[in-house]
C-alpha cells in the first residue's frame, strides 16, 4: 500500500496544531538525541559497534537505542541466544566504552509483538497468540507470558546501566486472534486487551527503577485507552515520511501529557540490498525532524532497520518451528554515514535541514569531490528508483530497460568520481549501484520467465541471459561486499548477506537449468 508522504514541516505543523486545539511547546532542543541499531541480522563486531559508537559521538549523538535481539548473551534464557551471540563481557565493554564517550545505551527488548525469535523455539512456543502460521506475538492473557518476559526484561535491564528500558510493543497485528483473546474483546474492545498487558510489562520496568519506552502505532490507533498507561511511560512516535496521523489521532496522545519521542528511519520498507530510497529518508529528515522538535518531542532517535521485523518459517510439522530467516534484508549501516550525518545536523539545526546542499558540501568535505560531482551525487540519491510489484515495475511509464538505462549512467558516473578522501566510504555508493544493476539485470530474466507467452523453447535462451548478464557478476559483487564490510560485519553475517542476496537468482537459474536438459 502506497503511503501518504508526510506534509512539509511548516503545514505538518500547522495541522498537528490546529487539530483539536492542541498546543505545542516552545521549540528547543532534544534532551535524547538517540540512534537505533537493530541487530536482527547484521551483527557487527565488537570493534565495529565501538568504531560506530565513537563516530556517533563525534556528531552529537547521546543514546544508543540497542535492540539486541538473539545477540544477548541470555543466561536464565540462554535458548534464545543465537550463534553470533556477543558474551557477557563484551556486552558490559561496549556499554562502559560508550558510557566513556557520553553514550547512553538504551535496551530495547520486545515483549508483545515481534518476537519470532523468542516463540520459535518449544520452550516459549505456548505463548503463541496463534499457535501454527505465523506466530510474531504472545497472547496477552496468558499468564506465562508476563511471567517469562519479566525475567527476560530483568536479565537485560541488570545489564544496562540506562535509566530507560524500550519494551518494543509496535505492529500487534494478533490481538484477539486466539479463543481467549476473542471472547475478550468481544467484552471489552482491543485497546484493553493492548494496554493491560504494556501496562504489566511498564510497571515490570518501573519495578526495576527505569522508565519504559514504547512504539506509539497502536496506542494512537486506540487513544481512549492510553490514560490506562502508567505515568512516567514515554512514547515513540515512529514516522518515516507519511502524514502525521497515519496512525491515528495523535493529538489525543499530546494531551495525555505523556512524554513523547519522535523516530524518522534511516532505512526502513522498502529499502532491500538493491533498493535503496535515498528521496524518502532525505524527505523524512527535512519534514519530520522539525516537526517533532516544534511539537516538544523531549528526544528524538533515528532507527536503522536490518530486516522487515517479519519471519519467514520453515516448519516441521504443523507445531514445529524447524528454522526462521528475517524477510527483506537491508544493505550495512555502514553503508549509510552520509544520512547519519544529515540526521545529526538536522537535530543540531533549528530551521529544517536542505538534503541538496547537505548532500553536496558533505561529498566536498568529506569525499574531497567537486561542487559539480557533488552535485550529480545528489541527483543520483534523491532519484526516485523503480520499484517493483508482482514482476512489474510500478508507476506510470517505468519499465525494466528505462531502469536499467538509468543504473547504467549512474553506474558510469561513480565510476568517473576519483574521491580523495574517505574512499572505502564511497565504495559503498558504487557497490549498491552495482547491486541495483545486477538486480535489475535478473528483473528483465524475470519478467521474461513469468510472461504469459513463456514456455520451454525460450528456457535456452533466457538462461544464457541470466548466466551471462546476471550471475557472472555475482563472485565479484560477493567479495567486494565482503571486502567493504569484512571488518563491519561477523564473518558469518558475510556469508549469509551474500546467500540471502542471491537466493532468488540462484533458485532461477536452477529451475531454467532443468527445463533445458529435459
Given at each position: 500500500m502506497m503511503m501518504k508522504r508526510v506534509f512539509p514541516a511548516l503545514l505538518a505543523l500547522l495541522f498537528c496544531l490546529t487539530a483539536g486545539g492542541v498546543k505545542a511547546a516552545p521549540a528547543k532542543d532534544f534532551r535524547v538525541k538517540g540512534f537505533h541499531i537493530d541487530m536482527k541480522v547484521q551483527t557487527m563486531t565488537p570493534e565495529a559497534l565501538k568504531a560506530f559508537a565513537r563516530d556517533l559521538s563525534g556528531l552529537g549523538i547521546n543514546a544508543i537505542l540497542m535492540e539486541w535481539e538473539g545477540t544477548f548473551p541470555f543466561d536464565r534464557n540462554a535458548v534464545v541466544s543465537n550463534r553470533h551471540a556477543y558474551t557477557p563481557a563484551e556486552v558490559r565493554e561496549f556499554i562502559d566504552y560508550c558510557s566513556g564517550l557520553g553514550i547512553d545505551v538504551i535496551p530495547l527488548q520486545q515483549t508483545f509483538g515481534h518476537v519470532e525469535y523468542i516463540l520459535q523455539h518449544d520452550r516459549y512456543a505456548p505463548l503463541r497468540e496463534n499457535f501454527r502460521s505465523e506466530f510474531s506475538q504472545v497472547c496477552p492473557l496468558d499468564p506465562a507470558s508476563e511471567r517469562i518476559f519479566k525475567g527476560i526484561v530483568e536479565?537485560?535491564?541488570?545489564?544496562?546501566?540506562?535509566?530507560?528500558?524500550?519494551?518494543?510493543?509496535?505492529?500487534?497485528?494478533l490481538l484477539g486472534l486466539c479463543p481467549k483473546c476473542r471472547a475478550y474483546?468481544?467484552?471489552?474492545?482491543?485497546?484493553r486487551l493492548f494496554v493491560d498487558y504494556v501496562a504489566k510489562i511498564c510497571r515490570i520496568v518501573s519495578d526495576l527503577g527505569k522508565r519504559p519506552i514504547l512504539w506509539a502505532d497502536i496506542i494512537t490507533k486506540y487513544p481512549e485507552a492510553v490514560d490506562r498507561l502508567p505515568k512516567d511511560a514515554i512514547l515513540m512516535d515512529w514516522n518515516y515520511g507519511w502524514d502525521i496521523k497515519h496512525f491515528g489521532d495523535i493529538d489525543k496522545l499530546y494531551a495525555s501529557g505523556l512524554e513523547i519521542w519522535g523516530a524518522p528511519a534511516l532505512r526502513s520498507d522498502p529499502d532491500t540490498h538493491y533498493l535503496i530510497t535515498w528521496n524518502t529518508h532525505f524527505d523524512n529528515q527535512r519534514d519530520y525532524i522539525p516537526y517533532c522538535r516544534e511539537a516538544g518531542y523531549q528526544g528524538i532517535v533515528m532507527t536503522s532497520w536490518s530486516a522487515s521485523g517479519l519471519y519467514g518459517l520453515f516448519f516441521e510439522n504443523k507445531n514445529e518451528v524447524a528454522l526462521i530467516d528475517a524477510v527483506r534484508q537491508v544493505y550495512p549501516n555502514n553503508g549509510f554515514r552520509l544520512l547519519l550525518a544529515m540526521y545529526a545536523e538536522a537535530v543540531r539545526q533549528s530551521e529544517p535541514i536542505d538534503p541538496r546542499g547537505f548532500t553536496v558540501g558533505y561529498a566536498r568535505e568529506r569525499f574531497g569531490l567537486s561542487r559539480q560531482e557533488g552535485e550529480r551525487l545528489w541527483e543520483m540519491l534523491a532519484e526516485p528508483p523503480v520499484r517493483f510489484k508482482f514482476g512489474?515495475?510500478?508507476?506510470?511509464?517505468?519499465?525494466?530497460?528505462?531502469?536499467?538505462?538509468?543504473?547504467?549512467?549512474?553506474?558510469?558516473?561513480?565510476?568517473?568520481?576519483?574521491?580523495?578522501?574517505?574512499?572505502?566510504?564511497?565504495?559503498?555508493?558504487?557497490?549498491?549501484?552495482?547491486?541495483?544493476?545486477?538486480?535489475?539485470?535478473?528483473?528483465?530474466?524475470?519478467?521474461?520467465?513469468?510472461?504469459?507467452?513463456?514456455?520451454?523453447?525460450?528456457?535456452?535462451?533466457?538462461?544464457?541471459?541470466?548466466?551471462?548478464?546476471?550471475?557472472?557478476?555475482?563472485?565479484?559483487?560477493?567479495?567486494?561486499?565482503?571486502?567493504?564490510?569484512?571488518?563491519?560485519?561477523?564473518?558469518?553475517?558475510?556469508?549469509?548477506?551474500?546467500?540471502?542476496?542471491?537466493?532468488?537468482?540462484?533458485?532461477?537459474h536452477r529451475t531454467l537449468k532443468a527445463l533445458v536438459q529435459r
Open positions: 536479565e537485560v535491564a541488570a545489564a544496562h546501566p540506562s535509566p530507560y528500558f524500550h519494551i518494543g510493543c509496535d505492529e500487534t497485528f474483546v468481544k467484552q471489552y474492545g482491543k485497546s512489474k515495475p510500478m508507476g506510470r511509464g517505468n519499465t525494466v530497460e528505462s531502469a536499467l538505462e538509468t543504473g547504467r549512467r549512474n553506474r558510469e558516473m561513480l565510476r568517473r568520481m576519483k574521491p580523495r578522501r574517505n574512499v572505502r566510504e564511497f565504495e559503498h555508493f558504487r557497490l549498491q549501484a552495482d547491486l541495483r544493476q545486477q538486480y535489475l539485470e535478473f528483473k528483465a530474466v524475470d519478467s521474461a520467465y513469468n510472461a504469459p507467452d513463456f514456455d520451454r523453447s525460450k528456457a535456452p535462451a533466457l538462461l544464457a541471459q541470466l548466466e551471462q548478464r546476471v550471475l557472472s557478476q555475482t563472485p565479484d559483487l560477493d567479495r567486494r561486499f565482503a571486502e567493504l564490510n569484512g571488518d563491519f560485519l561477523k564473518p558469518g553475517e558475510i556469508d549469509y548477506q551474500n546467500r540471502m542476496r542471491n537466493r532468488k537468482m540462484e533458485h532461477t
